[in-house]
């Protein structure tokens, strides 16, 4: 080995790619020509490596399965929702409501990353049961006198259970920013 084998091998790379100038590609070839050690190297580094690579179906399969698995946890979302809404009505005097969607509001905004689609993932379930009890007769009396009490009765609510889910976004939030400073 001489002293220019180092500075061989440091520019094989870019003799391979063909982009030393043409002094530098005939001072490496020069040295590959007398050098067996080098020329050993230089013959080595043009193998090409083996790689499997799965041609079209491995994305879109790979996609799927993720769209699938992100599918099945906002459905679960939505479900939490649905069932958070019917059992913790304000207008049930249950105050439980305060800590679950306080809870739903935090999680589902660490997980989406988006005030909308919490607000979104709170608000319409819980305006849709509240619709169904407070002006309809499905589950015993219709609360309203006229339709504007009974849309009144359920706005009332749906901000209340907001204005709780909000406070749950920021608690989120602040998860978050705790976790990226450390």
Same mark, same amino acid.
């Given at each position: 080995?001489?002293?220019?084998? +180092?500075?061989?091998?440091? %520019? %094989? +790379? @870019?003799?391979?790619?063909?982009? @030393?100038?043409?002094?530098?590609?005939?001072?490496?070839?020069?040295? @590959?020509?007398?050098?067996?050690?080098?020329?050993q190297m230089a013959e080595q580094s043009q193998i090409p490596l083996p790689v499997e690579v799965e041609?079209? &179906?491995?994305? #879109? #399969?790979?996609?799927? #399965?993720?769209? %699938?698995?992100?599918?099945?946890?906002?459905? *679960?979302?939505?479900?939490?929702?649905?069932?958070?809404?019917? &059992?913790?009505?304000?207008?049930?005097? #249950?105050?439980? *409501?305060? %800590?679950?969607?306080? @809870?739903? &509001?935090?999680?589902?905004?660490?997980f989406y990353r988006s005030i909308l689609i919490a607000v979104l993932l709170a608000g319409i379930p819980n305006f849709i049961w509240n619709c169904l009890l407070y002006m309809t007769d499905w589950f015993g009396e219709f609360y309203g006198g006229n339709f504007l009490e009974a849309i009144s009765i359920v706005l009332t609510a749906v901000i209340v259970h907001l204005i709780i889910t909000f406070i749950g976004i920021v608690i989120g939030f602040c998860i978050l920013k705790v976790r990226e400073e450390n």
């Open positions: 080995m001489t002293k220019e084998c +180092p500075i061989i091998q440091d %520019l %094989l +790379p @870019l003799y391979e790619e063909d982009l @030393l100038q043409l002094e530098t590609k005939q001072f490496v070839e020069e040295h @590959l020509k007398s050098c067996q050690e080098c020329r041609h079209g &179906g491995g994305t #879109k #399969k790979m996609i799927r #399965k993720i769209t %699938l698995k992100l599918t099945t946890i906002q459905v *679960f979302f939505v479900a939490v929702a649905f069932i958070l809404a019917m &059992g913790t009505t304000v207008m049930n005097n #249950k105050s439980g *409501f305060i %800590l679950t969607y306080a @809870l739903l &509001g935090a999680v589902t905004y660490l």
